[in-house]
């Protein structure tokens, strides 16, 4: 297939730049993914479509204020993104303007609490800095740091706390679980309530998410690598959930992922955590999610290639354009979506 065929026409004024005051009152669309019937709703309606038995399963990975402006001992300005802890104060960085930072450059943070040094510079153009620091890294961050918006989004984010999940409690992305932002702590008693199940995996959601696809062909696109781990208990809750024909409902692009990425030859799962370059398009088997809860997606992207290999290429581009047409808000602070 073509990288093309994903393609679809999105108004600039769609893209939702600033989250809603309150999360679960974003729209909702919904996708039968068998019928290619569509609903209109709101998050909060999402309760209708769950039944007792199901398991939502939920990236509780937190993100990093990993974007840290600083200045150069001239004085030159530099943004410098944290894409990877490397250990021993190291990070695999992604700096501007990368041709001021080569190998011995040096940044300072704040009035001077942090300072770095430029130690490697890679073949892809990403730096490997030194931070240089007393205390605590991450409180450091918490300080200094700001949160790491989507090149799409413009607008300077006032409470850093909206781009986290209420959910969220494994600090290491570089960028949200956005599927997730929809949910509130009371929506989420609702569900329990209601009998369905909660289970929690993580994966670190890293800046290649929004890579473009360049390949022309889909199947030549590599993808980018993402830790995803699951625990022992999120693992009973699954398998204990397709035993008695509970659904099992992903939150997000990443909580899939990370199921299709860990499930065994027989369906079944067990804790443990690896490497993933698993890339989903039209084909795929899927071996583990049942329904999926998503945000809307760029045109040519792997995460529209994602959804299109769950509910057709045919469905979803029809969802899109009638997104479109209804004047959806898209992207990370945009509304939703559940394929069931």
Known sequence: ??????????????????????????????LNRQTGSLEHKHFYDILDYLKPGDCLVMNDSRVL?????????????????????????????????GRKMQVGSQVIFGDGELTATVTAVQDDGNRIVEFHYEGI??????RLGKMPLPPYIKAELQDQERYQTVYSREIGSAAAPTAGLHWTKEL??????????????????????????????????????????MSKETADILNQTKKDG???????????????????????????????????????????MDGLITNFHLPESTLVMLVSAFASRENI????????????????FGDAMFIG
């Open 1 to 30: 297939m073509k990288t093309h065929d994903f393609w679809y026409d999105l108004p600039e004024e769609l893209i939702a730049q600033t989250p809603l005051e309150q999360r679960d009152t974003s729209r909702l669309l919904v």
């Open 65 to 97: 204020p990993a974007r840290l402006l600083g200045h150069r001992p001239t004085g030159g300005a530099v943004e410098v993104l944290l894409l990877r802890d490397l250990g021993d104060k190291k990070w695999e960085c992604l700096c501007k303007p």
């Open 137 to 142: 890294f991450l409180e450091v961050l918490e």
């Open 188 to 229: 989420l008693d609702k569900a329990r309530e209601k009998g369905v199940k909660t289970a929690f995996v993580t994966l670190h959601v890293g800046l290649g998410t929004f890579r473009p696809v360049k390949a022309e062909e889909i199947s030549e696109h590599h993808m980018h690598s993402e830790l995803c781990m």
């Open 246 to 288: 509970g659904r099992v409902i992903c939150v997000g692009t990443t909580s899939c992922r990370t199921l299709e990425s860990l499930v065994k030859e027989d369906g079944t799962f067990e804790a443990c955590s690896k490497w993933t370059e698993i890339f989903i398009f039209p084909g795929y088997r899927f071996k583990a």
């Open 317 to 332: 581009l029809h969802a899109y354009e009638e997104a479109v047409k209804e004047k959806y808000r898209f992207f990370s």
